[in-house]
């Protein structure tokens, strides 16, 4: 009797952290980028949250498409302000790698009027954050733009320049309830604009969703796209995770 082929081992996904790339002239902190056309964005569930309905800081895990995970990042923000202010408050978001080096940072500053679409013309009416990578060096920022029905953010290099426009659903109603994905594309700003990319807040589940305001979220964009513009928009996610998905406990 003729022996058995032998089974090919089934492949199993890959856990742990990404190997970190080697590549010349990149900002350091940032050589995982150079390597990935997708970034999986997501959130740890907070008990504290869950059991006590105290607003924790949020802390995420990025993750590339197969899983391994690329860099850490955790919210700083004052306890009152939590508490009080929820989702409209001023934070800083410290993004780390597998050393524990601090490589980009996204700091949104404290704004009493903002968030209305309709006169976010007004800088004080407008949402913004600003990317830095490494710490100390602007590469670019995000910025709540005017609309009457979508929600728009423009997107920009460290000069001021406007990059892409992010557009986000006319209706952004998160919960239990809604049991699909919601999609911000990322437009191009030229003459003929198109999508190149795209942050989506996927569903997470009825478990998740029903008890938590812990997000999962996905960012798509080139993979020959600049690494400042990518970490930029990474820094995007987390603006849309405060201002559209997170849950006020109070």
Not at 90 to 98: C, E, Q, R, S
Not at 138 to 166: E, H, L, P
Request: charged share 20%; glycine share 6%.
């Amino acid at each position: 009797m003729a022996n058995p082929l032998p089974l090919k081992p089934i492949e199993q996904p890959q856990t742990g952290w990404m190997p970190i790339p080697t590549v010349a002239n990149c900002p350091p902190g940032l050589e995982y980028l150079t390597q990935l056309d997708q970034v999986l964005v997501h959130q740890e569930v907070s008990l504290i949250e869950v059991l006590l309905e105290w607003e924790a800081k949020n802390k995420y895990r990025l993750k590339n498409s197969v899983g391994q995970q690329c860099y850490f990042a955790a919210e700083e923000s004052e306890v009152c302000m939590r508490q009080m202010c929820g989702s409209s408050r001023g934070f800083t978001m410290h993004i780390t790698d597998n050393s524990g080096a601090e490589v980009i940072r996204v700091t949104r500053p404290f704004k009493c009027w903002a968030g209305c679409c309709w006169c976010a013309n007004a800088d004080c009416c407008s949402y913004n954050i600003e990317i830095e990578a490494p710490v100390g060096q602007v590469i670019g920022r995000v910025r709540q733009s005017q609309s009457f029905w979508y929600n728009y953010f423009d997107v920009q290099d460290a000069t001021g320049k406007n990059i892409f426009t992010i557009k986000g659903p006319c209706c952004v109603c998160p919960g239990p309830c809604c049991t699909c994905d919601f999609p911000f594309d990322i437009w191009t700003k030229e003459t003929t604009p198109s999508v190149i990319g795209r942050v989506t807040k996927q569903w997470s589940g009825l478990t998740k969703e029903l008890f938590t305001d812990a997000t999962n979220f996905s960012v798509t964009f080139p993979i020959d796209l600049d690494v400042k513009m990518k970490a930029v928009l990474l820094g995007a996610t987390f603006l849309i995770d405060m201002m559209f998905f997170e849950v006020d406990e109070s």
